[in-house]
């Protein structure tokens, strides 16, 4: 199946400094990326979704100046946690869908990436 | 609203079958997912039901009642590895997905 890959897998980083973590698609071109947000023993929730070329359209309750969302390319989504607090740790994670099935087709996880902060 | 309702936890048996309900209401319907996520790690996709019926992909099987708004993952011949949670998700009319909050079973020797 397809592969998402995403970077780094776990940070831990002091309070007031930013995160970068990077989400690619290995074998398939991906116009749209959706970042989601887990914390313990809760579901996945839906933060932001990418769109390449365009700006990111955030969830009500996601502040769009603390995460900043950038789709340069169509194998390519970044997510910078800026200015971390404590309450900012959580596991962030991608995910992808091949843009030769359209809205429908499965989504293809990144690894996730678990972020504590300081 | 929209709204994905699924147990919070299962306790099976080695060997055995579990079936792990979800029922939804959403805006609109444009198939429904399960995922398998082991602790600390990431969703992976196990299938996808548009159409009302039972999909079979080795031990485990999906089915969809649409009129119905419900579905279940049924796993046979459980495995120690089984043990994870299991997420169930809507695809609403504007191909949203609407993610329930997981089942985590657990399997017992």
């Known amino acids: 199946g397809a592969v998402v890959s995403q970077h780094p897998s776990r940070v831990i980083c002091k309070s007031g400094t930013s995160v970068k973590i990077e989400c690619r698609s290995l074998?398939?071109?991906?116009?749209?990326m959706f970042w989601y947000r887990q914390f313990p023993k809760q579901s996945l929730m839906l933060m932001a979704t990418s769109n390449e070329g365009s700006k990111a359209t955030y969830e009500q309750g996601v502040e769009k100046d603390k995460f900043l969302i950038n789709h340069a390319s169509l194998t390519l989504s970044t997510l910078t946690v800026t200015s971390a607090h404590p309450e900012d740790s959580s596991f962030y994670i991608c995910?992808?869908?091949?843009?030769?099935?359209?809205?429908?087709?499965?989504?293809?996880f990144g690894e996730g990436s678990r972020l504590t902060v300081l | 609203g929209q709204n994905i309702d699924q147990p919070t936890e299962m306790t099976a048996t080695e060997g055995a079958i579990v079936q792990i309900n979800c029922t939804y209401q959403t805006s609109g319907f444009n198939g429904l997912f399960w995922y398998q996520q082991h602790a600390g790690e990431a969703p992976t996709f196990l299938s996808y039901n548009v159409l009302d019926g039972l999909e079979e992909k080795g031990r485990f099987s999906s089915f969809l009642s649409r009129s119905k708004g419900y579905s279940y993952l049924l796993l046979k011949e459980l495995q120690m590895k089984d043990s994870a949670s299991y997420l169930c998700?809507?695809?609403?009319?504007?191909?949203?997905?609407?993610w329930g909050a997981g089942t985590k079973l657990i399997i017992k020797p």
């Open positions: 995910s992808a869908r091949d843009r030769g099935t359209g809205d429908i087709g499965e989504l293809f």
């Open positions: 998700a809507c695809m609403d009319s504007n191909y949203q997905l609407i």
């Open positions: 074998d398939f071109q991906a116009t749209t």
